[in-house]
Nanobody, 123 residues
Framework: VQLQASGGGLVQAGGSLRLSCVASWSDGYLNSMGWYHQAPGKERDLVAS???????WYEDSVKGRFTISRDNSKNTVYLQMNRMKPEDTGVYYCHVEIKKSDYEGDWEYYDYWGRGTQVTVSS
């Protein structure tokens, strides 16, 4: 599985950025997609996810400001970040879950993360 993220950069507080992540893989089905945020010196936390049926989840601090979406025809997940704050600064990692059928017909799930893209919000 390869994940190619783009769209990070430097933005002033109150500004916007849009992250994109294209997934490529050779086996299985693309299930959920999402974005993790790792602030300097902190752990990596999930900030938004979107399921295969378009169900969405947001971490409380980004609700109303960030919007996650996906284009299944392009195997791409997006994160539109508006009204950004300095605390949004950090590395954003794209995440996908791939499901595969085992020999008994049950599903197995595998998680993958991209390399990350840096986002810096200046005050």
């Amino acid at each position: 599985v390869q994940l190619q993220a783009s769209g990070g950069g430097l933005v002033q507080a109150g500004g916007s950025l849009r992250l994109s992540c294209v997934a490529s893989w050779s086996d299985g089905y693309l299930n959920s997609m999402g974005w993790y945020h790792q602030a300097p010196g902190k752990e990596r936390d999930l900030v938004a996810s979107i399921g295969s049926s378009d169900s969405k989840w947001y971490e409380d601090s980004v609700k109303g400001r960030f919007t996650i979406s996906r284009d299944n025809s392009k195997n791409t997940v997006y994160l539109q970040m508006n009204r950004m704050k300095p605390e949004d600064t950090g590395v954003y990692y794209c995440h996908v879950e791939i499901k595969k059928s085992d020999y008994e017909g049950d599903w197995e799930y595998y998680d993958y993360w991209g390399r990350g893209t840096q986002v810096t919000v200046s005050s």
